[in-house]
């Protein structure tokens, strides 16, 4: 067939065009070349869908697993920070317990040993002054050291004091002071001996002040020893456990007493109103300092039947003890941390009822107890505001005393023990086990983390692979069809497999295209559009015939490949579709797939440059190709 012939079978009327993508025969396009395509090569949009969802799904991974560790982390640390805090609360609880329990059972033995070692006194005194034909204030108890050392241990507290005070009427002094010097150095004698002192009996008898005296001072602010005037009674101290060995020793009660609660007289007068034991505080020498202490006062009859009401109360029995000693020995060893405040308060009518005295309103100390050890504080609440929450408190001493019965400006205190926990007791319990278990359920999460991304690192490494696989097909299919069919193309794919997963979509998702195929595209009905207005240009090459007789396959491919990659280039600049290349035909349209309105202005300007282009390339191929290749020439025609 002629060249001429050839064009001329080609060149038909078209007014319309139908682009049937089911019907292009890849056959014929052997002789085409890839050329640069209109756009920059665009994935497919459904391997750009595919691709955010699983850069979607990698974050959703990532966020998840790094707030599952902060959660976990976190409510792992709490969870034991919490399991602490317990252990803490519960353990100080139970030492709270045990102080508390301790410390009333230790007062309730201190109370019922001193009635019971008082009643004592009453009968044996009762006894041996009616046979002796005696009375109080002229009697001693008999093994004094021993029974007052008893009692003494029975309080719990090593540096009790245990006291005997006879009441002495003013008319009694002369005679007292004389039954003293003959009893005094009889029950030093016996004290002596049962507490293997350093000193004998006639060494305290030297040191003893031989009457009942008051401290007065000078216009010099000396002490002055002298007898007391102005009373009706005088409480000398007779007998005392243990024997003092740093003080010269003295029938006088204030030998002893510093800053009491109330005055001793105060608590003589309300045990004497109420007939029954009282308490108040004082400070008790320790060495050269004052420590903060009680003393205990019990009331002791002419007879043993206190509940007649018709008895006399001749003498009293007074205990002091020091708090710091009492606070010891409440816990085991080892256990420590535990801050005690013990509070004593009357009650505010009492006070009101004073008569210009100072009364005592509220009196507090602060103990610490570690393990068998306590430590004082101070005089006053000193414990870490931060475990107020945590205060564990008791009544210690009740002594139900009727206010209505208390003489005019006295009062008896209530006092109440106030247990807290310390710093140190907190810390014993704090350990390194919340962050070693946070930082294992990190380290575990890291490791899964770790895990999850080597997979992802073969995952990804496979999905490259299949990606560069598809990317290839994809350009393609991309030089046969514009990139709207292609697209369409792949979309129709992706309906069919929308319920395969994202690997299988990613595989199965862009099959090769059958272009042989009787049915279309994996059996799916054909594309086809219909484009009314447009015009179809084509382009042949004349002379080609007998010129590609004479050469060489390879001469012929590289004519064909400048001719037509130069065509190419013309139709991206004036925006032709080319539609194919059979042999040496070039086939272009204006107008599809996007419509264009001066389409066959367009496809003149595009078929003249064509023209233009052909003459200047055969011209150049002269060289390599032979002197005839110039005389090539092209033939157009235009179609609308």
């Known amino acids: 067939m002629s060249d001429e012939q050839s064009l001329s079978s080609k060149k038909s009327h078209f007014t319309q065009i139908s682009l049937n993508t089911s019907s292009h025969d890849a056959s014929e396009s052997t002789s085409k070349r890839p050329t640069p395509e209109r756009e920059a090569y665009q994935p497919p949009e ?161 040191k003893t002040i031989p009457f009942i005296f008051t401290i007065t001072f000078d216009s010099e602010k000396k002490p002055q020893l002298v007898p007391p005037t102005g009373i009706n009674e005088s409480i000398p101290v007779l007998q005392t456990y243990p024997l003092m060995f740093d003080q010269e020793l003295g029938i006088m009660t204030t030998m002893y007493e510093r800053a009491t609660l109330g005055g001793f007289m105060s608590q003589v007068s309300i045990a004497r109103a109420l007939r029954k034991p009282t308490i108040g505080f004082t400070a008790l020498l320790d060495g050269v300092s004052a420590v903060p202490g009680s003393q205990i006062m019990q009331p002791i009859y002419d007879t043993a039947h206190i509940d007649s009401g018709d008895n006399k109360m001749v003498a009293v029995t007074l205990i002091r003890l020091n708090w710091l000693d009492y606070f010891k020995n409440l816990l085991t060893k080892g256990e420590s941390g535990v801050v005690v405040v013990l509070e004593g308060a009357c009650s505010a009518q009492s006070a009101q009822e004073s008569l210009g005295q100072e009364v005592w309103l509220q009196f507090v100390m602060s103990y610490r107890i570690e393990g068998l050890n306590a430590e004082y504080l101070g005089d006053s609440d000193l414990h870490d505001p931060k475990y107020n929450g945590m205060e564990v408190e008791d009544i210690f001493v009740d002594l139900g005393v009727d206010e209505s019965q208390l003489p005019e400006g006295s009062c008896v205190p209530v006092m109440t023990l106030h247990v807290y926990p310390s710093e140190d007791l907190e810390k014993s319990f704090q350990t390194n086990n919340s962050v070693i278990y946070t930082a294992v359920v990190a380290v575990i999460f890291i490791f899964t983390s770790l895990v999850f991304l080597l997979y992802d690192y073969f995952v990804r490494r496979r999905q490259t692979k299949v990606m560069e696989r598809i990317v290839r097909q994809d350009k393609i299919v991309a030089n046969v069809f514009p990139t709207a069919i292609r697209d369409r193309l792949y979309q129709s794919q992706q309906k069919q497999k929308n319920n395969r997963d994202l690997q299988g979509d990613l595989n199965d998702g862009f099959e090769e295209i ?70 040496d035909c070039y086939v272009g349209a204006v107008g599809l797939p996007e419509p264009v309105d001066n389409h066959a202005t367009v496809a003149c300007k595009f078929a003249r440059d064509c023209l233009k282009t052909m003459k200047e390339v055969t011209l150049k191929l002269e060289v390599t190709l032979g002197p005839d290749t110039g005389d090539l020439d092209l033939r157009t025609g235009i179609h609308r």
């Open 46 to 206: 459904v391997a750009k869908r595919e691709e955010l969802n699983i850069l979607r799904a990698k974050i959703l991974v990532a966020v998840i697993i790094l707030l599952a560790v902060c959660g976990v982390g976190s409510a792992t640390y709490i969870l034991v920070k919490d399991q602490e805090r317990a252990n803490f609360e519960n353990e100080f609880a139970g030492y709270a317990s045990e102080i508390l329990t301790v410390s009333r059972q230790k007062a309730d033995q201190l109370f019922l040993g001193l009635d019971a070692f008082s009643a004592s006194i009453e009968s044996q005194a009762a006894s041996e002054n009616a046979l002796r034909n005696t009375s109080w204030p002229f009697y001693t108890v008999p093994d004094w050291s021993i029974k007052a050392q008893k009692l003494a241990r029975l309080t719990g507290v090593s540096d009790a004091t245990v006291s005997l005070y006879p009441i002495v009427q003013i008319d009694e002094m002369d005679e007292f002071n004389a039954f003293a010097a003959q009893a005094v150095p009889k029950w030093y004698q016996e004290s002596v001996e049962n507490e293997n002192t350093d000193m004998t009996a006639e060494e305290f008898w030297s």
């Open 514 to 583: 059958d272009f042989e195929g009787e049915s279309g595209i994996s059996g799916a009905a054909p594309l086809a559009d219909l484009f009314p207005s447009i015009t179809v240009v084509f382009a042949d090459i004349a002379g080609f015939t007998a010129w590609s007789s004479a050469r060489e396959p390879q001469q012929v491919f590289v004519l064909l490949e400048t001719i037509y990659g130069a065509f190419d280039k013309i139709a991206y600049r004036h925006s032709v579709f080319k539609v194919e290349t059979v042999g």
